[in-house]
């Protein structure tokens, strides 16, 4: 036990994790806006928005590819280093991989199927040209994960937050300044060469911290404890897709590929008020689980206080400015986009409310609780989508940014509520650490 302590202590999820993680996701963010700005300035908005529903397509697909191993991993990886258990260790990693190449060859299989079915003839071809993310960016997040899992958090984040949209760029800007004009199938095919390059640099980076850090050993498997311990992962991983894409989606069916790269250049400021709330969550969520495996429940309540403090204190006066300096942003992406001002004070209230509560879903996934968070995060889910059907058609990008900032507000407060009576964890920056019995 005292070993397994000071393991804990080596990578203790503090201050300078969540600095270290707070800075790539400053650069990664800065790098997607940058994405998104030389995208939406070269395409124009219509074809911004094709490459926008095309991309949201296959964020769905790969999503429900990866199986929730991802979170599996980090968590899983994270505990059984602290054991000393190798070959479980290297089991897990050479399972989930199988299994996920699989999984991303049927679901874009399927994807390819659905497309030709249901999507306008216009978008179908970017579509198509994308499939290829699917399986990219699924091993891609397996790889992820396990560097979570290994304590190397802000590496875990470069290959999506760094690599892939800066590779994108700089491969959009090239054509560019070479005369070549660039539509939206060119552009979804330079998205899948930034892919390929995240995952080159996934594989080396996971290569690398695993021989530093885990012993040589026989892969040892157990598959079917796996599958069941990954569901609520994998309930969770999709249901966050749906979350991110859902909008996206029925903006480009119901209304126009315009409004939904319009909504995606709004979601992409919004986007930057939860820079803190990964930042803090990424080194978190293992923290959490090895807590809870070490039965140190004081020590994982006060880890939970501290990241929700962090989250809402940083996110509060970041949000505030991206209201204030909103004209000025929107101007960067060109002058097809407007940058409604109303529609973007609407996402700014969910994503400050998403930073308030803190890490809702990481302390259920981690703590055992991950089937109940799938049920609050599914049924916040499909209120989102109801409001798009409902709302979109009447109002438009107002109606896609209610039902997003909707969906935050109602999931995150039935995690908040569940965590306090069940598990006795204020999950909030404000009162007790936790509840005591004789409270309701």
Known sequence: MGSIRRRLSQADGGPKTVIATLSVRLLGRGLALLQAIVL???????QFGIFTLAIAWT?????????????LQARSVSIYEARGEAALLRGLLRRCDEITLLAAGATAGLGAVGAIIAVDPDYLAAIL??????????LTL???????????????LSPTLVVYPGVLSLAALGFDLAGIELDARWAVALACLGAAAALAFSIAARHRHLALQIPAAEPRFSTREWLVATRPFAISGVIRAGTASVGLIALGVIGSA???????????????????????????????ARHQALDEDASMRTAIRRGARTSLALSLPLGLALLLFSDQLFALFGDGFVGNRGVFAVLIVGSLFNAAIGPSMQVHLMTGEGAIAVRFTAVALALDLALCLALIPPFGLYGAAIAWSADLILANSLLAIHAWQRLAINLTPFGPLQRHPAEP
């Open 40 to 46: 939406a300035r070269i395409l124009g908005v219509e």
């Open 59 to 71: 964020v769905v697909l790969h999503s429900i590819a990866v199986l929730g191993f991802d979170g």
């Open 129 to 138: 040209i994308g499939l290829p993310l699917v399986p990219l960016r699924s």
């Open 142 to 156: 397996l790889r992820q994960g396990a560097l979570r899992g290994l304590h190397r958090a802000e590496l875990s």
């Open 258 to 288: 315009a409004d939904a790269g319009e909504l995606r250049v709004l979601l992409r400021g919004a986007e930057l008020i939860g820079i803190v709330l990964a930042a803090v969550n990424t080194p978190l969520g293992p923290l959490i």
